[in-house]
């Protein structure tokens, strides 16, 4: 299979304020964005990509960072491309970095008008339903009325199922891989577990650090070590790293025994680097807030009940974090409205992550199920 090969970033400012689930707004504020492949004549190929946590705008192909040099390749480099499950020879996809993240699009290291100084602290709570209508704004802007499919893993996957709630007339198909309708109790608590060690931080200074040039990287590699637990499976860990010591005998003090504990320090050491402790606190509050049931005194069938498009389930059976169970409940939901529904349950080892990785069986069904949404599009003669 083909790569996209070295694609570059695009941006779109908007000067009319974008009304928050909070109450507040938010003007005068950018999106970042990348697409491939190309828009057909009718634009009924259009695919949406909504990334999950650490992820951004940046999906498939390489860039080169000017400041390290390095090729940096997309987070589903692997899902789209030419050839790939969903084939940019084919279909025109659109990646978007959500608003308060850090790769781009407005977040809270970006000035504030009403200061003059980083937003910080002071940037708003955000949700997923804000996300969505962003993302809608910025369909409107690029002349697309209507998706082929919303498509995301993780929370992204949620941002994919609120689109076919919110917009129902504006995807045709709803992809959802790894993801769940609303976090239980125990992802909640991991969750605050992880923005207590960011702003129990001294470096945080309430989340106005970047006016004292300094970054709470104690508080995000602890938050970065919490949450990569979650997304890795017991015999995941157990296959790559079992009790393996790192110098072959105890060292009878608190540093590093395990090859466990050297692999989260590195994972934590390197997200520090490169992520916003603000932006965490945001996306993470993101997550615990969406319960589109809620609404519905729990009821997800009324909650669902308003969509109308084609629906692809995926979830992974060691996925602890948004397990099967969850994907299920949504199905079934899904079937109590008599929607069509395709439902895979991937026997996999990789936990939460499986999502982002190499398994054939999983890319498999995506890359049939958008053989049959390209067939749709053929079928319109414009293709």
């Known amino acids: 299979m083909k790569s996209l090969g070295v694609v570059a970033p695009q941006s779109m400012h908007f000067s009319t304020p974008l009304a928050l689930q909070s109450g507040a707004s938010l003007a005068d504020y950018t999106l970042v964005y990348e697409t491939y492949g190309t828009l057909n004549a009718d634009h009924s190929n259009a695919v949406l990509i909504c990334h999950a946590l650490n992820a951004s705008h940046h999906v498939a192909g390489v860039y080169v960072d000017d400041k390290d040099g390095k090729k940096h390749i997309g987070w589903w480099d692997n899902m789209v491309g030419p050839g790939k499950p969903l084939d940019t020879d084919k279909f025109f996809v659109i990646g978007v970095n959500n608003l308060g993240s850090c790769f781009g699009s407005t977040g809270p290291m970006h000035q504030n008008p009403a200061t003059g100084k980083p937003y910080g602290a002071d940037f708003p709570v955000v949700t997923v ?14 002349g697309i009325q209507q998706f082929a ?13 609120a689109w076919s709630m919110m917009y129902p007339e504006r995807i045709r198909h709803c992809v959802v891989i790894a993801s769940t309708p609303m976090l239980s ?9 992880a923005r207590q060690a960011i702003m129990s931080d001294p470096d945080f200074h309430g989340g106005h650090f970047y006016e004292h040039g300094v970054v709470p990287k104690n508080g995000l590699r602890v938050a970065r070590m919490i949450g990569h637990i979650t997304y890795l499976s017991d015999d995941d860990m157990a296959e790559k790293f079992g009790r393996d010591l790192r110098a072959g005998k105890y060292q009878f003090d608190f540093g590093i025994d395990f090859e466990i504990e050297s692999y989260l320090r590195y994972q934590g050491d390197k997200f520090a680097e490169y992520f916003d402790a603000n932006t965490y606190l945001l996306i993470t509050k993101a997550l615990d807030y ?14 669902l009940s308003n969509t109308t498009a084609q629906f692809l389930l995926a ?6 974090r948004f397990s099967p169970e969850r994907s299920r409940e949504i199905v079934q939901a899904l079937v109590n409205n008599k929607r069509k529904v395709t439902y895979a349950e991937i ?14 069986r999983y890319l498999n069904v995506v890359r049939s199920y958008y053989g049959q949404v390209w067939q749709e599009i053929e079928a319109r003669g414009v293709a």
């Open 290 to 303: 969406f319960d589109p049931a809620k609404e519905f005194a729990g009821d997800l069938t009324k909650a």
């Open 149 to 161: 499919a919303a498509m995301g893993g993780s929370l992204g996957g949620m941002q994919a199922l």
């Open 315 to 320: 979830s992974f059976t060691t996925d602890w």
């Open 129 to 142: 339903e804000d996300w969505v209508h962003a993302q809608a704004r910025l369909a409107d802007e690029l």
């Open 185 to 193: 109790a125990q992802n909640i608590a991991f969750n605050d577990v």
């Open 347 to 360: 026997a996999a080892r990789h936990g939460h992550d499986a999502f982002l990785l190499d398994d054939a």
